[in-house]
């Protein structure tokens, strides 16, 4: 399995602004997603990050909301821009190797809450 | 966006005993797994299941993938305090790429 950190592990952000969140693992990894987690609730999918093209996004999230970068096997990034007290969710990064299991693993998440 | 429906969706039960939950589908899947979340902490993988009437075990985890490929089945025998979490079933479906589907989750709560 492959070791992945999420930076913030949380934060209390106001509505109307922007938070960045980062994710790191500890190989090169052909997959990595993005999932979100609202309270209480299980876990959707918000995009596939692909490395060094645009971001493949699920049904009902849109780039300008949650712009994502992956600019190599080990690193990307989700915004979540412009938020509201609706945003306030756990975000999650997940990883795959596409050539040896399709398992996924999952890193710690970041707790938002926005005010 | 679709989920899988997850039963129970919580339950007590008194340390020792065994715990049996379950994630099933209107639609065919090609790989189940099943996650452990505990509060404030990513999922954590348990179980991967790959082929219809797979039995895989992992301690005192047991996990099926069902035989219509529709379902797939978690056993926790004699259950500890440690147990306590979220249990959420993800299906990969035959028509998508690395995308899985989550459950609705089991909570578990186990009673000293």
């Known amino acids: 399995s492959a070791v992945i950190s999420q930076k913030p592990s949380r934060d209390i952000c106001q509505r109307g602004t922007s938070l960045t969140i980062q994710c790191q693992v500890d190989s090169q990894v052909t997959m990595m997603f993005w999932y979100r987690q609202q309270p209480g609730q299980s876990l959707t999918l918000i995009a596939t990050a692909n490395q060094g093209s645009e971001a493949t996004y699920e049904s009902g999230f849109v780039i300008d909301k949650f712009p994502i970068s992956r600019p190599n096997l080990t690193f990307s990034t989700l915004t979540v821009s412009n938020m509201s007290p609706e945003d306030s969710s756990i975000y999650l990064c997940?990883?795959?190797?596409?050539?040896?299991?399709?398992?996924?693993?999952f890193g710690p998440g970041t707790r938002l809450t926005v005010l | 966006g679709q989920q899988l429906n997850q039963s129970p969706q919580s339950m007590f039960i008194q340390e020792g005993e065994d715990v049996s939950m379950n994630c099933t589908s209107s639609s065919i899947f090609n790989t189940w797994l099943w996650y452990k979340q505990d509060p404030g902490e990513g999922p954590v993988l348990l179980i991967a299941l790959y082929k219809a009437g797979e039995l895989t075990s992992n301690g005192r985890l047991t996990a099926q993938f069902g035989i219509t490929r529709k379902d797939s089945f978690l056993n926790i025998s004699a259950s500890i305090p440690s147990d306590v979490g979220i249990y959420f079933c993800?299906?990969?479906?035959?028509?998508?790429?690395?995308?899985?589907?989550f459950g609705t989750g089991t909570r578990l709560k186990v009673l000293a």
């Open positions: 997940s990883v795959g190797r596409e050539h040896t299991t399709d398992t996924q693993y």
């Open positions: 993800a299906g990969r479906p035959t028509s998508g790429t690395y995308k899985y589907i």
